[in-house]
Protein backbone atom coordinates (compact mmCIF):
# COMPACT_ATOMS: atom_id res chain seq x y z
CA UNK A 1 0.00 0.00 0.00
CA UNK A 2 1.19 3.74 -0.61
CA UNK A 3 1.71 6.40 1.56
CA UNK A 4 -0.47 9.46 0.76
CA UNK A 5 1.83 12.44 1.07
CA UNK A 6 1.10 15.65 1.16
CA UNK A 7 3.17 17.54 -0.70
CA UNK A 8 4.49 20.75 0.32
CA UNK A 9 6.62 23.80 -0.99
CA UNK A 10 7.96 27.00 0.85
CA UNK A 11 9.18 29.79 -1.37
CA UNK A 12 11.29 32.17 1.32
CA UNK A 13 14.72 34.26 1.22
CA UNK A 14 16.04 33.48 4.66
CA UNK A 15 17.73 30.07 4.95
CA UNK A 16 17.26 29.71 8.70
CA UNK A 17 13.84 29.41 7.90
CA UNK A 18 13.85 27.29 5.18
CA UNK A 19 15.75 25.28 7.61
CA UNK A 20 13.59 25.28 10.46
CA UNK A 21 10.66 24.82 8.14
CA UNK A 22 11.92 21.42 7.21
CA UNK A 23 13.14 20.64 10.47
CA UNK A 24 9.44 21.44 11.37
CA UNK A 25 8.20 18.85 9.51
CA UNK A 26 10.39 16.29 10.34
CA UNK A 27 10.10 16.54 13.90
CA UNK A 28 5.76 16.45 13.05
CA UNK A 29 6.03 13.18 11.50
CA UNK A 30 3.20 14.04 8.88
CA UNK A 31 4.10 12.32 5.62
CA UNK A 32 4.62 15.42 3.45
CA UNK A 33 6.89 16.05 1.04
CA UNK A 34 8.78 19.74 1.22
CA UNK A 35 10.56 21.75 -1.47
CA UNK A 36 12.09 24.61 -0.72
CA UNK A 37 12.37 27.90 -3.02
CA UNK A 38 15.02 30.75 -2.67
CA UNK A 39 12.98 33.53 -3.70
CA UNK A 40 9.82 34.05 -6.07
CA UNK A 41 11.63 33.81 -9.24
CA UNK A 42 12.87 30.43 -8.64
CA UNK A 43 9.29 29.82 -7.32
CA UNK A 44 7.68 30.44 -10.39
CA UNK A 45 10.24 28.81 -12.39
CA UNK A 46 9.84 25.19 -10.43
CA UNK A 47 5.93 25.69 -10.70
CA UNK A 48 6.07 25.92 -13.93
CA UNK A 49 8.50 23.38 -15.10
CA UNK A 50 6.47 20.54 -16.64
CA UNK A 51 8.46 17.75 -14.14
CA UNK A 52 7.39 19.03 -11.15
CA UNK A 53 4.43 17.99 -9.04
CA UNK A 54 2.26 20.87 -8.14
CA UNK A 55 2.35 21.16 -3.99
CA UNK A 56 -1.08 20.47 -2.06
CA UNK A 57 0.20 23.58 0.01
CA UNK A 58 2.68 26.40 -0.85
CA UNK A 59 3.89 28.70 1.75
CA UNK A 60 4.65 31.77 0.49
CA UNK A 61 7.05 34.61 2.09
CA UNK A 62 5.79 38.16 1.17
CA UNK A 63 9.14 39.96 1.52
CA UNK A 64 11.68 38.38 -1.03
CA UNK A 65 13.78 39.75 -3.38
CA UNK A 66 13.82 39.80 -7.27
CA UNK A 67 9.98 38.82 -7.14
CA UNK A 68 7.77 39.21 -3.42
CA UNK A 69 5.25 36.75 -2.65
CA UNK A 70 2.41 39.29 -3.55
CA UNK A 71 3.72 39.33 -7.10
CA UNK A 72 3.96 35.41 -6.93
CA UNK A 73 0.00 34.99 -5.23
CA UNK A 74 -1.04 37.37 -8.20
CA UNK A 75 0.72 35.39 -11.27
CA UNK A 76 -0.09 32.01 -9.26
CA UNK A 77 -4.17 32.54 -9.47
CA UNK A 78 -3.71 34.19 -12.86
CA UNK A 79 -2.73 30.51 -14.18
CA UNK A 80 -5.29 27.73 -14.08
CA UNK A 81 -3.28 25.22 -13.78
CA UNK A 82 -2.56 26.12 -10.01
CA UNK A 83 -6.34 26.72 -9.29
CA UNK A 84 -5.94 23.35 -6.83
CA UNK A 85 -2.88 24.53 -4.89
CA UNK A 86 -3.82 26.35 -1.32
CA UNK A 87 -1.62 29.21 -0.73
CA UNK A 88 -0.57 29.88 3.25
CA UNK A 89 0.96 33.69 3.22
CA UNK A 90 3.35 32.91 5.54
CA UNK A 91 5.61 36.40 6.47
CA UNK A 92 7.05 38.46 9.21
CA UNK A 93 4.63 41.21 8.84
CA UNK A 94 1.41 41.47 10.25
CA UNK A 95 0.43 44.65 8.57
CA UNK A 96 -3.15 44.70 8.19
CA UNK A 97 -2.68 45.87 4.49
CA UNK A 98 -0.62 42.67 3.55
CA UNK A 99 -3.69 40.95 5.30
CA UNK A 100 -6.02 42.38 3.60
CA UNK A 101 -4.19 42.50 -0.14
CA UNK A 102 -3.72 38.81 0.27
CA UNK A 103 -6.59 38.25 1.56
CA UNK A 104 -8.57 39.91 -1.47
CA UNK A 105 -6.52 38.55 -4.01
CA UNK A 106 -7.09 35.05 -3.09
CA UNK A 107 -4.42 33.51 -0.43
CA UNK A 108 -6.22 30.54 1.49
CA UNK A 109 -4.63 31.71 5.08
CA UNK A 110 -2.44 33.90 6.48
CA UNK A 111 0.38 33.33 9.05
CA UNK A 112 2.46 35.19 10.97
CA UNK A 113 5.90 33.24 11.22
CA UNK A 114 6.36 31.83 14.88
CA UNK A 115 8.87 33.23 16.54
CA UNK A 116 10.03 29.99 18.19
CA UNK A 117 10.39 26.43 17.23
CA UNK A 118 7.16 24.66 18.83
CA UNK A 119 4.85 26.90 18.07
CA UNK A 120 5.75 26.50 14.26
CA UNK A 121 5.56 22.97 14.62
CA UNK A 122 2.16 23.64 15.81
CA UNK A 123 1.45 26.26 13.02
CA UNK A 124 2.42 24.02 10.42
CA UNK A 125 0.79 20.89 11.90
CA UNK A 126 -2.72 22.91 12.41
CA UNK A 127 -1.85 24.08 8.36
CA UNK A 128 -1.37 21.07 6.79
CA UNK A 129 -4.57 19.13 8.63
CA UNK A 130 -6.89 21.58 8.05
CA UNK A 131 -9.65 20.18 5.84
CA UNK A 132 -8.70 23.02 2.76
CA UNK A 133 -12.04 22.43 0.98
CA UNK A 134 -14.38 23.41 4.22
CA UNK A 135 -11.87 26.18 4.90
CA UNK A 136 -11.50 27.98 1.28
CA UNK A 137 -15.18 27.23 1.16
CA UNK A 138 -16.40 29.72 3.88
CA UNK A 139 -13.13 31.48 3.71
CA UNK A 140 -14.05 35.13 5.56
CA UNK A 141 -11.54 37.64 6.50
CA UNK A 142 -12.00 36.33 10.36
CA UNK A 143 -10.54 32.90 10.01
CA UNK A 144 -7.99 33.83 7.21
CA UNK A 145 -5.63 34.94 9.43
CA UNK A 146 -4.08 31.73 11.34
CA UNK A 147 -4.43 32.62 15.28
CA UNK A 148 -2.86 29.97 17.68
Known amino acids: MEKEFIIITLADDDEDDRLFFKDAFEELKINTSVSTCNDGVELMEYLKDPETILPNILFLDLNMPRKNGFECLLEIKQNEKFNDIAIAIYSTS ?44 GLNKDNFLLRL
Do not use: R
Open 94 to 137: SSEDDIENTFVHGANIYIKKPSDFNTLKKVLSEVVTLNWQYHTS
